[in-house]
């Protein structure tokens, strides 16, 4: 779980996270939250969710993009959100898979809103692991949630 989501970071651009302990908590004044998540489905079932708040969404747009700000709207800072996610679910699902536990992986969706976030805190027969990163003064939040699946 940690090394898909720095690994993605790092390769793809070029920013290094350094997980953090204790809760995920957003920074005023840096905009609404962008949550990219990819479900999972087989004999493992679950999501994977991404959560950013706007300013650090636009950066690593920008990033992955090699554009400035002004050069890009909200639709391509959630089409590389939800690329991202895809990505490091993808990692996540791999891994899975190695160990036994087929499944398959949705297409990315992006959620955004100024106070939205995401907690899977109940899953029957199941886990949730939450991982918090920071990149300068910016945090991310990686969730994971696993079930049993059909």
Do not use: W
């Amino acid at each position: 779980m940690v090394g898909s989501i720095t690994n993605v970071f790092e390769t793809m651009l070029s920013i290094d996270l350094t997980q953090v302990a204790g809760p995920y908590e957003p920074v005023d004044g840096q905009g609404e939250m962008v949550i990219g998540s990819v479900g999972f489905a087989g004999t493992t079932k679950g999501a994977v969710y991404i959560h950013f708040q706007d300013e650090f969404a636009t950066v690593v747009a920008g990033t992955m993009l090699g554009m400035e700000p002004d050069e890009f709207g909200v639709e391509e800072v959630d089409d590389v959100i939800g690329e991202l996610s895809n990505m490091v679910g993808g990692n996540i699902k791999s891994s899975l898979c190695d160990s036994g536990m087929t499944c398959s992986l949705s297409v990315p969706s992006v959620t955004r809103g100024p106070e939205v976030v995401i907690n899977p805190r109940e899953v029957i027969d199941g886990v949730v692991k939450e991982c918090v990163f920071k990149s300068g003064q910016h945090s991310v939040r990686l969730v994971v949630a696993l079930m049993p699946g059909e």
